[in-house]
């Protein structure tokens, strides 16, 4: 079985925004191993049916899932993932803070905890969580290496740290919050402490600032892509995303915007 699957070229990891944003948010990640495919998906911000409508949309269902990870408790991310890992049994792994926050439900013995820096081995994919700023209990983002290509999955923080430089360095690929343009947010009609919140150190990330970290990440290492997520309806448009990132990185690295509904197309990593 090893040898066989040394012989499959690597770099064979897929992924799909099944939707993205304050509508609910959930990607479905791939790995193939061998003649085994691995199925993670990250967050299940969406109603079940939804959900399900989503996945087989997607050429897939969801007993393929072998793995949830939810990355904090907001509504937009956690929504259906206790009924689906009930469900279908699948493992939901989530940080102790996001399972505190969410009071503890009973996940029928599906419950995996995770936390910054530890990795998750799920067979042909191993999953590293780490830690950002942003308005939860225990956020985690994370990155997904099948031991060739290295995927990044960043949304929901208020700022780019040090630490998660650190985690996206080697990425190929970046799923990347960008969240609101700055000038749109300061003039949109948002309550001033919504503003704040959104535009603060805890809050979502500016298309100015996703732009900044994919061009240091372009500059230290091997990014080649970039699917802009996570955009404000009110905040941003697809264009103002696409141009931040287009004047940041544009010709050296693919750039793609995931709708609010319908997310992205499958896009290799
Ligand atoms: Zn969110
Ligand atoms: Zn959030």
């Not at 091997?222 to 955009?231: G, K, N, P």
Request: with cysteine; proline share 3%.
């Amino acid at each position: 079985m090893r040898q066989a699957r040394r012989l499959v070229p690597r770099g064979m990891i897929r992924f799909k925004s099944l939707g993205s944003g304050s509508s609910g948010n959930a990607t479905v990640i791939q790995a193939r191993g061998g003649a085994s495919l691995t199925h993670l998906l990250v967050d299940c911000g969406l109603g079940i049916r939804e959900l399900d409508k989503r996945l087989a949309a997607a050429g897939m269902m969801a007993d393929q899932v072998d793995a949830i990870f939810i990355t904090h408790e907001h509504g937009d991310h956690i929504g259906c993932a206790r009924q689906l890992a009930v469900r279908e049994r699948i493992p939901v792994y989530m940080s102790e803070g996001t399972y505190a926050a969410i009071g503890q439900p009973d996940f029928g013995g599906m419950l995996r905890l995770a936390c910054d820096g530890a990795a998750i081995d799920l067979g042909g994919l191993e999953v590293r969580p780490f830690t950002v700023p942003h308005d939860a209990r225990e956020p985690l983002q994370l990155t997904c290496h099948d031991g060739d290509t290295r995927l990044g999955v960043l949304t929901d923080l208020g700022h780019v740290t040090a630490h998660v430089e650190q985690a996206l360095a080697g990425c190929a690929t970046l799923l990347l919050e960008c969240n609101h343009d700055e000038a749109m947010l300061r003039a949109s009609t948002y309550p001033p402490f919504l503003k704040r919140r959104v535009g603060g150190a805890y809050g979502h990330l500016a298309n100015s600032a996703a732009a900044a970290l994919a061009q240091s990440l372009l500059a230290a290492g091997r990014l080649r892509q970039v699917v802009a997520a996570h955009l404000s309806e009110q905040n941003n448009t697809p264009e103002l995303a696409r141009t931040a990132l287009q004047q940041a990185i544009g010709g050296a690295a693919e750039i793609h915007v995931a709708d609010g509904r319908s997310g992205s197309g499958w896009l290799s990593a």
